[in-house]
């Protein structure tokens, strides 16, 4: 993003377009879900190394291409971690019923984009 944006600013000063390069054009990569924007302007960067910015976080995509989304549009696929030498998410193998550790609700993070 911050490529994009840069030669985008280089671009229009190219062009004569009148700016002072502070812009940030490309605010937005992802299709998200929130509506907020990938980046910050790129003018209030602090000087931190790339993706240690104050605003940017740690994001888990997952990229599934298959006819069982094209089925079922709303369907809803989660990732869930594996705590130790786990062969299965949430607990045993075969699953134990009525256990505890199968599947903790209180773990599941909610998807903040999507595409298609």
Not at 37 to 65: C, Y
Not at 80 to 108: C, F, H, W
Request: hydrophobic share 35%; net charge negative.
């Amino acid at each position: 993003m911050l490529g994009a944006n840069h030669e985008m600013c280089r671009e229009m000063l190219w062009q004569g377009y009148p700016t002072d390069s502070r812009g940030t054009p490309f605010q937005k990569f992802w299709q998200r879900v929130d509506d907020q924007n990938d980046i910050t302007p790129i003018h209030q960067w602090k000087s931190f190394p790339l993706g240690a910015q104050p605003a940017s976080t740690e994001m888990l995509v997952l990229l599934i291409r298959g006819q069982l989304l094209e089925r079922f549009p709303n369907l809803s696929i989660y990732a869930y971690p594996l705590i130790g030498t786990e062969k299965r998410p949430g607990g045993a193998s075969p699953p134990v019923p009525n256990d505890a550790q199968e599947m903790d609700p209180n773990q599941i993070v909610l998807p903040v984009m999507h595409g298609t």
